[in-house]
C-alpha cells in the first residue's frame, strides 16, 4: 500500500508535468515537409527576413518589411494592393498606416474568410521577430501550403498584413471604417504575440454570444487548443486591445485571436528577435492556422452570430470542452445538492463529527491566507532587495519562472506542513472545509465571472471522492488520483499564466492557485504519511531555487538591463536637461546624470507619460544645443458666434520620429489632425492631451480646433527624434551590451518642448 501512495504521488507530480507538456506540439526540422504541408523552418525563415532591423512607422527598415511582403505574396501569384491614409484611432495617437492587401477568390457568393496580422514593429528598439513578424511569417507559410494544392475555396480569402497597430490600431481603424473590403468580411483569423514564447492562446472577440463560434471552432479540430473562457473573461477587463478589437467595435465583425504571452520580458523590446522566438510556439501558430483555413474557407460564414454562450476550457485528450451557460446553476445546484447529502451521510454513519470538521477549517484558512500574503507581498519585497528590477516595466524579470516555481513549491511546502499539524482529524472532516470553499468559489463565479464556470467541474472530482472516503475505510489511491485529474490539468497552467501574463505582481494568482489545488487533491495527499517530510522538501527546493534565482538577479549580456536616456531642450526658457525613467541608473547614462543629478518633483519639471505611468525618474542641466525647434503657423484664427476656431501648421525643422501636442485645462467643441476629427468620446475623457503624432517622412502636422471664445488656449508641443546616440552635435556612447533600451516610453531620444498661448 505504501508503494501505491508513493507511486500516486509521483504519477501526480507527472499530471502536473503533462497539464504544460501537452499544451504546444513539440518542433523537430520541417524545411523537407509536403508543399501542401505547413513548415515551421519555413515561416521561420519568413521571421528572420522580417526581424534584420526595427521597423516601426517611420523608420527605414519599415519600407523594408513592407516590401518583403508584398513581395512574398506576389511570388504566391496573388495580386496585392496597399491601402494608405491617416487614422487617429480611439487614443488620439496619429499616424499614416499602409496596409498590405491580397485576395483568394473563391467559388461561391458570400462573406470572406480574414487573415490578419500587424508588421510594424513597435518603436523604437523592438526587431518585431515575434509581435508580430511571428503572425505574419505563418500567413504567408499557411497560404503558400493552401494554394499549392490548387483549389479553389468556396469563401473569399483576404489577407490583411495592417500596419500601425503598435501605434493605437490605426491600420485596422484604415481597414475597417475606409476599405470597400470591410464589408464583406464574415470572420477574422488574427495572429498575435505579447511576449516570444509559450503556448498561444486562443481568444474570442464578439459583440453577441461566443456558441456558434465555439462549434465551429470544435469542428475545425487544431491539435492543441489552448482556451478558456476565463481568459477571456480576464482580457475583456483589460486595457490591452489588437487590431481584431476594431473590427468587432466598429464593423461588428467576429474573429479569433491567436496570441502567446510568454517570455514576456521581451516584449517591445531589442530582444524581440530571430534567435529568441521559440521555435514550439511557432509551430502552436501553425496548428491553429491550417485547420481553421480550411474549414472556414469552406463553412457558412453568414451565420456565425449567436445570442448564446458556451463555457469552454482545454483538456489533455479532451482538446476543447464546452457546455452551454445554462448549464450553470443547474450544475452548481447539483454540487450543492450532492456536498448536502454527502454530509447528512457522513454525519449519520458517524464519518464525520461536527467538532473535527469545524477544525478542518483551520488548516484550509491557514495555508490559504498565508500564501496569499506570501504572493501579495512578493513584489514589494522583491523589488526592495533588488531595486533594479523596478526599471522592468513589463514587471516579469528574466528569472520570473524560478520565481514561479519557487513560491508554488513554497505553497506546497506550507501546505503540507498546516495539513501534517492536523493529521489526528480524519480525512473526511479535513475535506468539509475544502469543498465548502470550493462550492463558494464556485457560486461567485457562477454569479459575477461566468466564463470561470467550469471551476465546478474538478469539485465534483474532489466531491466522488468524498463520498468515497465516507463508504471506504483504505481508498485506493490511484482512484484518488484519478478524481484528482480533471484539478490538475484544468488549474496548473493557472499558477503559471496569470504572473506571465499580468506580471510578477500577481504572484498572488499563484499561490493561491496553488493552495486551491491542493485542496481538491487532498483525498490523496492524505494517505500520505510524514507529510512533514514532504514540507521539508519542498522548503528545500524552494531554497535551492531561491538561491538558483538570486544568482540570476544579475543584468549582462543574455540578460540586459533596460536603461533610458533623453536630452530636453525647453525653446521656452532656453534651457536643457539630461533625463532618464530608470529607478537604478546604469553608469552609461549615469556619468551624464551624477554631477547634478535631482528629481523632477523638485523642480517642478512636468513630462510625457507613458504606459504604466512612468515618468522621469531623474534629471540633471546639460549643455545647450543648437536643436531647431518647429514651426508653428497660425493659418486661421477667427470667432463664429460664440466659438474660436483656430488652425495651425506644425513644421518640423529637424528630422523628428514624434510630436505630442497637449493642452492646458480646456473644453475643446472639436477636433481635426491632418483633417482626420477626433471623437467626442475622446475629447471628453483626453485629460489634456491632444494627440500623439507618428510621423512619416518628416510630414507637418495641421491642427483645427473649436473652443469658447472666451477660453484661453495653450499648447505645448513635444517633438522628439530617436537619434541622440547617432547625432553629430552629441557624444553619448554606444549603450553597453548588458543593457538594453528601455520598452514602453520615449527613449534614445532628442526633446524639444515649445508651449504656444492662445490668449
Known sequence: MKFSRSLALLLLFFAVYWSFKSLMPSYKTDADNPSNSFSTDRALEHVKNLSKEPHAVGFPGHVNVRSYIIAELKKMGLETTTQ???????????????????????????????????????PHSSYGASDAGSGVA???????????????????????????????????????????????????????????????????????????????????????????????????????????????????????????????????????????????????????????????????????????????????????????????????????????????????????????????????????????????????????????????????????????????????????????????????????????????????????????????????????????????????????????????????PFIKMFPVGLGLKMMAAATVFTTLLFFLALPLIQQLKNKDRLAYLAFFLFMAFGISAHIDSNFNDERPKPSSLLYVYNADEDSAIWATYDHRPIPWNNQFLENEKRTPAQTGFKTLSSKYLTRFSHIADAPKKTIAVPWVDTVKDTVIGAERILELCITPKRDVNRLDVYTNSIKLNSAKVNNIPLSDHYLEKRKNKLVTHYISDNHYTELGLSFPKDSILELTFYEASNDLLTHSDFTVPERPKNSIPTPFVLNDAILVTKTVRFD
Open 138 to 492: 505563418a500567413i504567408l507559410e499557411g497560404i503558400r501550403a493552401f494554394l499549392s494544392e490548387d483549389r479553389q475555396p468556396k469563401n473569399d480569402i483576404i489577407i490583411l498584413i495592417s500596419d500601425a497597430e503598435e501605434l493605437g490600431l490605426n491600420g485596422a481603424d484604415l481597414f475597417v471604417n475606409k476599405h470597400p473590403w470591410a464589408k464583406e468580411v464574415g470572420l477574422v483569423l488574427n495572429f498575435e504575440a505579447r511576449g516570444s514564447g509559450g503556448p498561444s492562446y486562443m481568444l474570442i472577440e464578439t459583440n453577441r454570444g461566443n456558441a456558434t463560434l465555439i462549434r465551429e471552432f470544435t469542428e475545425a479540430n487544431p491539435e492543441y487548443p489552448v482556451a478558456n473562457s476565463l481568459a477571456y473573461s480576464i482580457y475583456k477587463m483589460l486595457p490591452n486591445d489588437t487590431d481584431l478589437t476594431v473590427f468587432r467595435e466598429d464593423g461588428d465583425i467576429e474573429g479569433f485571436n491567436f496570441a502567446f504571452i510568454d517570455d514576456h520580458f521581451d516584449y517591445h523590446t531589442a530582444l524581440d528577435n530571430y534567435e529568441r522566438l521559440d521555435k514550439k510556439t511557432m509551430a502552436h501558430q501553425g496548428s491553429y492556422l491550417m485547420p481553421l483555413l480550411y474549414h472556414f474557407s469552406e463553412a457558412d460564414l453568414e451565420n456565425l452570430k449567436s445570442l448564446d454562450d458556451l463555457i469552454y476550457f482545454n483538456l489533455p485528450f479532451f482538446k476543447l470542452v464546452s457546455y452551454p451557460f445554462e448549464w450553470i446553476w443547474p450544475m452548481f445546484g447539483i454540487a450543492v445538492l450532492a456536498f448536502v447529502i454527502l454530509l447528512g451521510i457522513g454525519f449519520k454513519r458517524k464519518k464525520l463529527n461536527i467538532k473535527d470538521s469545524l477544525k478542518g477549517f483551520l488548516p484550509m484558512l491557514l495555508s490559504l491566507l498565508f500564501n496569499g500574503a506570501l504572493g501579495y507581498f512578493f513584489w514589494s519585497a522583491l523589488t526592495w532587495w533588488y531595486p533594479a528590477f523596478n526599471d522592468m516595466l513589463h514587471g516579469f524579470t528574466y528569472n520570473g519562472h524560478t520565481y514561479i516555481l519557487m513560491f508554488a513549491l513554497l505553497s506546497c511546502g506550507v501546505c503540507f506542513w498546516v495539513y501534517h499539524k492536523f493529521k489526528k482529524v480524519g480525512t473526511s472532516n479535513l475535506l468539509v472545509a475544502p469543498i465548502f470553499i470550493w462550492l463558494l468559489i464556485c457560486g461567485l463565479v457562477a454569479a459575477y465571472l461566468k466564463g470561470a464556470s467550469f471551476f465546478v467541474i474538478p469539485l465534483f472530482g474532489l466531491l466522488v471522492a468524498f463520498m468515497v472516503i465516507l463508504n471506504q475505510e483504505k481508498p485506493n489511491p490511484f482512484l484518488m488520483l484519478f478524481l484528482a485529474l480533471p484539478a490538475v490539468f484544468i488549474y496548473s
Open 84 to 122: 494608405e491614409g491617416y487614422t487617429a484611432g480611439d487614443w488620439g495617437n496619429l499616424s499614416k498606416a499602409t496596409n498590405i492587401l491580397a485576395r483568394i477568390k473563391g467559388s461561391k457568393p458570400g462573406k470572406a474568410l480574414l487573415l490578419l496580422s500587424h508588421y510594424d514593429s513597435s
